[in-house]
């Protein structure tokens, strides 16, 4: 916890910011608590909808941290993603009409990066921002219940940030390895 | 409106006098004309013919027509076989000065070979002709033979020959070159080879690779029961009257409809909707209630999903407010409504849908204990049991065996198996005095076997096996029953490439090891020989394999591969992208499928084997067409059949 506070506080003193439209964190924002994706959803869900912790909906609004894995999409949006526990894939044609994305997976709000869309990382990350609850459709028919308006994306390992609009280095997948 | 004094063998006379008395040097233009055809496309009017149908099936008549910079079209007419298709057709202009002309739910009553043409007049009196053509089917023998009272279609999305044969190879104890036990639909007596390639590619999607099994007729990939058009609107294309609605129109039979997806998916979908967008869930699954409960006796709707029947405003709910976008909601032009009978349909986001279910008669069960406790004598029901895809069978088994619960399990662990599904449908629609078809998809054989994820699909092809048996049981009980054992596609050209040659302990250590192919490849991989025969045992508890990680256990490789890491061990969690697991061993297998194709395995155009026993099955046989299995089933359930 103290590694990843000094690392948010190292990478935004040397300005290596995923969003170059967004504002750094500041003491004035507030204090950032960590939020683990069992702690978003009341487990098990019952025979309607699901139903939102105390814990989630006390930090409605507030900054937290997230520390999971992005979801790789078949068809990604350039600024959002999705954050799972795992790193899950959906390869459905239908982008996520009918998806094995976990219920308690976050979408992450970027802020737009014109000509650039968002890159999938294998790596585990950590996403600071503004946890926002409510229902919100997106232009091209997503629909998200849980929301983090980022802030920073840092490498989980290294706490290094991670942006997500450049494109990942071949050897991320492995070919380095290869034969 | 019925055709039948207007389709004849004599009517082609005169559609060869009409159409030579038409000008055809008309600036207009017809770009498009469906049903679909090679006389329109090719000038070819030989078989085979590419849209066909049954006697009295619907469908619509649509052209687009091309006029000259400023002008419009100010009237068309259809003519079949030289005989002007009675009343109005409708002019919808679609954008640089294109016009779309339909002619909606017309019925053909007499087999054989029928000429189609448009004939378009521009507002400045120019006038454009065209022809193309369509074939209602005759039937072999006749209404002697005895029916198929119940059809049940079992799809397992994405199974080829080798996803069967593994699931025999884990589930048969294959020794000596001979499997022990084979498995539920080897058992079926009748076989045939399926050819998938849709409309528009030789590579199908499940959209048009189901539908063509309740149609009859090809689309386009992401298309249900509908024909290509020229429009963006999601919900106006050309329809083509569903299996469903058709014998429930006029035998009165029933549909069901179960999945292990969520149930707005292409395979459930394309048994009772009609749409451009496979991926439209919000109007697809009001589509459900609206038209194919109303119209062709929906009494059975179970899977994943849920997410589409909950308000607005609910947490989960997937909704949209909107007609465009994924997961769009429906509006019906109003040509389509009046001439199908159905409602146009609201964007309504707030729309309980599950309310409205229950409303209109539905038991609605949310998770098994539920649907176990279904009330005797319920002839509708709604399961609902995720609010997405259901979680697989090997992540489902685990948990009822006490271990973790992984995917989306501890939000909804108490998701029914597909047998368990099966079973409370086929209970419920054998309630149905006149009969029914009934749909049942084994989901995630396909979409594990996207994901490589060896050890899924595979307990997912034996938990559909199991489901065939389920089936057969019935059968048994209910002989005028047909089961027809098919998939829709081949997913990710799978094969059995051998099997390791160390133990599972040994594998492990290779695994963790970080050696890549040094460790993983060379010394784990027999092939020949070396394979030999691996063995696994069955839990006597649940039916399952109590693990699919034995020592010298079989190998799989994917001929349409994406990126992925392989270290042969069954995957702790599901639906982890292939380049992000099994890293420790660093024996990394670069895709071989383009752009997207790279993050996941892709569907390939391989042919598909059919199983089908029961009432009607020795129909199929030999290498056919998927649209050939819709008119089978059509000559057992409607005609009759002498087996």
């Known amino acids: ?179 | 409106m019925n055709l039948s004094s207007l389709v004849s063998h004599a009517g082609f006379a005169s559609i060869v006098l009409a159409a030579a008395s038409l000008s055809t040097s008309a600036a207009p233009t017809v770009t498009r004309l469906n049903p679909p055809s090679a006389l329109f496309t090719f000038d070819d009017s030989n078989p085979p013919y590419i849209s066909r149908f049954v006697t009295g099936q619907r469908f619509d008549l649509q052209a687009t027509v091309q006029a000259d910079a400023r002008a419009s079209i100010t009237a068309a007419v259809f003519r079949i076989n030289g005989w002007t298709v009675p009343g109005g057709v409708t002019i919808t202009p679609i954008g640089g000065d294109r016009f779309s002309v339909t002619r909606r739910a017309v019925e053909a009553n007499f087999p054989g070979v029928h000429k189609l043409t448009i004939e378009a007049t521009q507002s400045d009196g120019a006038k454009v002709s065209d022809q193309g053509n369509f074939e209602v089917v005759a039937f072999k023998g006749g209404p002697r033979g005895r029916r198929a009272k119940n059809v049940i279609y079992l799809i397992g999305d994405g199974m080829g020959i080798a996803h069967r044969t593994a699931a025999r190879l884990v589930m048969g104890n294959v020794q000596m070159g001979k499997a022990e036990d084979m498995l539920a639909m080897d058992s079926l007596p009748h076989t045939a080879l399926i050819s998938t390639a849709s409309l528009n590619s030789i590579v199908t999607d499940s959209a048009p690779g189901a539908a063509c099994y309740s149609t009859g007729n090809k689309s386009n990939n992401n298309q249900e029961g509908v024909f290509p058009d020229d429009t963006a609107d999601k919900w106006d294309n050309p329809r083509v009257e569903h299996m469903g609605s058709y014998l429930a129109r006029r035998m009165g039979k029933a549909l069901g409809i179960v999945t292990t997806a969520d149930v707005e998916d292409a395979t459930p979908a394309s048994f009772a909707v009609h749409t451009q967008d496979r991926g439209a869930g919000t109007g697809i699954c009001d589509m459900y209630l609206d038209e194919a409960a109303a119209n062709a006796n929906l009494r059975v709707l179970m899977g994943g999903g849920r997410k589409w029947f909950l308000p607005q405003g609910t947490a989960g709910s997937g909704r949209i407010g909107s007609t465009t976008s994924s997961g769009a909601d429906y509006v019906l032009p109003a040509d389509v409504a009046a001439g199908w009978g159905v409602p146009t349909g609201a964007i309504d986001p707030t729309r309980d849908l599950i309310a409205d279910f229950q409303a209109a008669g539905f038991y609605y069960a949310p998770d098994k204990a539920t649907l176990d406790a279904t009330p005797a004598g319920t002839k509708r029901v709604l399961g609902l049991f995720n609010t997405g895809n259901m979680d697989v069978a090997l992540d489902k088994i685990a948990e009822r065996r006490g271990g973790a619960a992984v995917g989306s399990v501890a939000a909804f662990p108490d998701q029914p198996m597909l047998e368990e599904m099966t079973k409370k449908a086929l209970e419920v629609l054998n309630r149905e005095r006149d009969g029914f078809v009934l749909m049942v998809e084994a989901a995630s054989i396909d979409k594990q076997a996207h994901n490589m994820d060896t050890e899924r699909w595979i307990l997912e092809t034996i938990e559909f096996d199991r489901t065939v048996q389920a089936c057969i049981d019935f059968q048994k009980r209910n002989p005028d029953t047909l089961i027809v054992v098919t998939a829709d596609h081949e997913c990710a050209g799978v094969n059995i490439i051998g099997g390791t040659v160390v133990t599972d302990a040994e594998l492990r250590t290779r695994a963790a090891s970080g050696g890549g192919a040094a460790q993983l490849r060379s010394g784990v991989v027999g092939v020949y020989d070396a394979a030999g025969f691996p063995t696994y045992g069955v839990s006597s508890t649940d039916g399952y394999p109590t693990t699919l990680d034995t020592d010298k256990k079989i190998l799989i490789g994917y001929a349409a591969n994406g990126d992925r890491y392989e270290d042969w061990l069954t995957n702790p969690q599901p639906n982890v992208a292939g380049a992000a697991r099994d890293v420790a061993g660093n024996f990394f297998i670069a895709g071989q499928a383009a752009g997207a194709g790279v993050s996941t395995a892709v569907h390939t155009g391989s042919d598909i084997p059919l199983s089908a026993g029961g009432r009607g099955a020795s129909l199929f046989h030999g290498v056919m067409d998927n649209t050939d299995v819709f008119f089978r089933v059509l000559q057992a359930a409607a005609v009759g059949c002498d087996d």
């Open chain 1, 1 to 179: 916890m103290l590694r990843l506070f000094f690392s948010s506080f190292i990478a935004v003193t040397v300005l290596v910011c995923l969003v170059s439209a967004q504002s750094e964190p500041t003491a004035a924002d507030g204090p950032i608590a960590t939020l683990g994706f069992d702690e978003i959803l009341v487990l098990p869900v019952g025979p309607k909808g699901w139903e939102l912790t105390e814990k989630a909906r006390a930090l409605d609004g507030r900054r937290v941290q997230l520390t999971g894995h992005m979801v790789r999409e078949l068809n990604p949006d350039p600024d959002l993603f999705l954050v799972a526990a795992s790193p899950v894939t959906t390869y459905a044609c239908e982008s996520l009409a009918a998806s094995d994305v976990p219920p308690n997976a976050v979408q992450v709000m970027l802020a737009p990066r014109p000509g650039l869309g968002v890159t999938w990382r294998p790596q585990q990350l950590t996403v600071i921002g503004r946890l926002e609850l409510g229902h919100r459709e997106e232009r091209d028919g997503r629909v998200s219940h849980v929301r983090l308006v980022a802030e920073q994306v840092l490498a989980a390992d290294t706490g290094e940030p991670v942006d997500l609009h450049l494109p990942l280095a071949r050897r991320a997948l492995g070919s380095t390895s290869r034969p």
